[in-house]
């Protein structure tokens, strides 16, 4: 039988943050399969940006890579006002743009959990706080990218951790805040193999370690965003753990 929805985000509009690389390029590829007009940022990696948005392109919607550091007001301001002056207006956004970091908790000094934190919590707040009067018009979407490790304390990863719950909590918070105007939800991938050689030996064992004996991929990651961006309105405040039940 033909599949009735085959392009479930026609003429919707998705800005992923951190969209160049890894999972962030994997979600925008994903939105723009299913129809929709993609916006990507990126911080350092430009040139993956342009590769991402002509990928976006090839599959036959329109494409934009802004520069955006999402702990910065005035870039957060700036690249969310780029992407409704191409598409004039704005559906869904992905917050993607984080970052992950392993020190023994002896080790870890203010900085570094200062850094997680501004990108990790105070970035998806920023970017979706911008995002607001747009998203209201249009009664869009807002999915967050959590992790397992928001749900489960990892030893070396105390400011990685706190930064993520923080992040599930925000979630929670905004879906109640902003509703019903704007339905907020969570995607928390677990171990997830992105098929760097130097984490094979690692994955292996995580692998063994997982109820569904294997690490995720991306595709199983964009999927729940997928669901997320295309589910009814009504869904909203969840964190979907994405981690083959390794938190079980
Ligand atoms: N990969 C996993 O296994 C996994 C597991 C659990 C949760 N997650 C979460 O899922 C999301 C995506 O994962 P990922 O592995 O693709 O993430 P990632 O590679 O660690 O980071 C994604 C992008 O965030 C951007 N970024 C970092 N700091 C930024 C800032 N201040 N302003 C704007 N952009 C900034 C970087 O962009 P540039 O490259 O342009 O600098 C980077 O490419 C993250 O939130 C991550 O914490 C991932």
Known sequence: MADQHPKPLAGKVALVTGGAKRLGKAAGLALAKAGADVAITFLASAKEAQQTAKQIENLGVRALAVPCDVTDPKSVRAA??????????????????????????????????????????????????????????????????????????????????????????????????????????????????????????????????????????AADVSAATLFFASAPHFITGHILVVDGGLGL
């Open 80 to 217: 969310i006002a780029a992407v409704v002056r191409k598409f004039s207006g704005l559906d869904i956004l992905i917050n993607s743009a984080g970052r992950y970091e392993t020190v023994a908790f002896d080790q870890l000094s203010l900085q570094q959990w200062d850094t997680i934190f501004a990108t990790n919590v105070r970035g998806p707040f920023l970017v979706s706080k911008e995002a607001l009067p747009h998203l209201r018009k249009r009664m869009g979407r807002i999915i967050n990218l959590g992790s397992l490790g928001g749900v489960r304390p990892w030893a070396s990863h105390a400011h990685y951790c706190s930064s993520k719950a923080a992040l599930h909590m925000l979630t929670k918070v905004m879906a109640k805040a902003l509703a019903p105007a704007i339905a907020v939800n969570c995607v928390a991938p677990g171990m997830i193999d992105l098929g760097e050689k130097a984490a094979a030996d690692f994955m292996k064992r995580m692998a063994k370690q997982t109820p569904m004996q294997r690490n995720g991929t």
